[in-house]
């Protein structure tokens, strides 16, 4: 992965702006939802999705291992791993 190292000045309501070049390579638009949390002493923001990964999809969504999927494509997924 690579690291920029940009550094910015929080404001005096504690924000920052996200540097339009990580956005562009994070495909994160303006209003876009983004997930704030901290991980291992770090600030991680990542885009927010609310809909499977594969397909768009908003309903009968699941978290598997930090991805939303939704059932259809789960199913589609067992059935070719069995086959
Ligand atoms: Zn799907």
């Known amino acids: 992965m690579k690291t ?7 404001d005096e309501l504690g924000r920052i702006v996200i ?7 994070l495909d994160i638009n303006l209003h876009d939802p983004v997930e704030i949390s ?3 002493g770090k600030i991680v923001i990542k885009k927010y999705h609310t809909s499977c990964v594969f397909c768009g ?3 009968n969504v699941m978290t ?9 494509c789960l199913n589609e997924l067992i ?5």
């Open 57 to 59: 999809n908003v309903q």
């Open 64 to 72: 598997f291992r930090d991805k939303l999927i939704c059932k259809k």
């Open 4 to 10: 920029t190292g940009v550094i910015r000045k929080l």
């Open 19 to 25: 540097p339009i070049e990580q956005r562009r390579t």
């Open 38 to 40: 901290i991980e291992d």
């Open 79 to 83: 059935k070719n791993e069995s086959k």
